[in-house]
């Protein structure tokens, strides 16, 4: 089972509802899993059980993308 929890941007994942989702996702043999920029705002004591997905950003046109910008 796929389980999602969403949380406000920026916003620390309380150690109370880490604990809740690794015992829920023990009881079911699975793992929890982030994106890396919440994964390594996370406790160092999660680190080890918690994986991560690398996310990074692709434009299509790049130099439109940063003349956007400059406006």
């Known amino acids: ?3 999602f929890i969403a949380y406000p941007d920026h916003a ?3 150690e109370a509802d880490l604990a809740a989702m ?3 996702a023990d009881a079911q ?3 929890l899993i982030t994106t ?3 994964w ?3 406790p160092e004591r999660w680190k080890s059980t918690i994986d991560y997905l ?3 950003a692709r434009f299509d046109d790049e ?3 940063k003349a956007a910008l400059l406006r």
């Open 1 to 3: 089972t796929v389980d």
């Open 40 to 42: 390594v705002k996370l």
């Open 36 to 38: 890396e920029k919440d």
């Open 63 to 65: 130099a439109a993308f």
């Open 22 to 24: 690794q015992a829920k």
């Open 54 to 56: 690398p996310i990074q």
């Open 29 to 31: 043999s699975a793992r």
């Open 12 to 14: 620390p994942i309380p």
